[in-house]
T-cell receptor, first 110, second 115 residues
Framework: AQRVTQPEKLLSVFKGAPVELKCNYSYSGSPELFWYVQYSRQRLQLLLRHISRESIKGFTADLNKGETSFHLKKPFAQEEDSAMYYCALSVASGTYKYIFGTGTRLKVLA | GAGVSQTPSNKVTEKGKYVELRCDPISGHTALYWYRQSLGQGPEFLIYFQGTGAADDSGLPNDRFFAVRPEGSVSTLKIQRTERGDSAVYLC?????????????FGPGTRLTVL
């Protein structure tokens, strides 16, 4: 079965602390994974995709096929990182539709 | 340029009524998706259009739901005989051709409330 699991509904950290948002997936094919972010009163927007191996706003995510994980990390959280984060798996069946996790709300405390 | 737009932003209706939700994708994007997001959940796939045709409608929950994209641009999601369980945010996304590496761009959503 194709599934994305984000075990934490809410993650609270203090400003300057490291952040790790967990994402595990279940997929029989070669996964293509994304992190989307939704700031307050804004639409969903792409944060980063695993294939690009990029760092956006200080966030990185490494695909670990052995552990079927794609955790999102940032060494020093900032207050403006407070948002809802969704991990998404793109299904390569010709549609490239997304399967989303349930999301993790990150709160960065001053 | 303009992003994906959706109208209306909010829709309140009574149980049993018919509703239409509209999506205007980014110009030139051939792929269009509808998702539904219930409270506390991530978006769930409903239907995918490539051009004018519905290439994958496997996510539509039942035959009360239908979507069209007659000219390969604007799409309308139609819900007949609405039920309280249909209350959710309906998201539209579009993507340019070229495969999975191209991100989906999301609209702001339509919040549907069925009383």
């Amino acid at each position: 079965a194709q599934r994305v699991t984000q075990p934490e509904k809410l993650l609270s950290v203090f400003k300057g602390a490291p952040v790790e948002l967990k994402c595990n997936y279940s997929y029989s094919g070669s996964p293509e994974l994304f992190w989307y972010v939704q700031y307050s009163r804004q639409r969903l927007q792409l944060l980063l995709r695993h294939i690009s191996r990029e760092s956006i706003k200080g966030f990185t995510a490494d695909l670990n096929k052995g552990e079927t994980s794609f955790h999102l990390k940032k060494p020093f959280a900032q207050e403006e990182d407070s948002a809802m984060y969704y991990c998404a798996l793109s299904v390569a069946s010709g549609t490239y539709k997304y399967i989303f996790g349930t999301g993790t709300r990150l709160k960065v405390l001053a | 340029g303009a992003g994906v737009s959706q109208t209306p932003s909010n829709k309140v209706t009574e149980k049993g009524k018919y509703v239409e939700l509209r999506c205007d994708p980014i110009s030139g994007h051939t792929a269009l998706y509808w998702y539904r997001q219930s409270l506390g959940q991530g978006p769930e796939f409903l239907i995918y259009f490539q051009g004018t045709g519905a290439a994958d409608d496997s996510g539509l929950p039942n035959d009360r739901f239908f979507a069209v994209r007659p000219e390969g641009s604007v799409s309308t999601l139609k819900i007949q005989r609405t039920e309280r369980g249909d209350s959710a945010v309906y998201l539209c996304a579009s993507r340019s051709s070229g495969g999975a590496l191209y991100e989906q761009f999301f609209g702001p959503g339509t919040r549907l409330t069925v009383l």
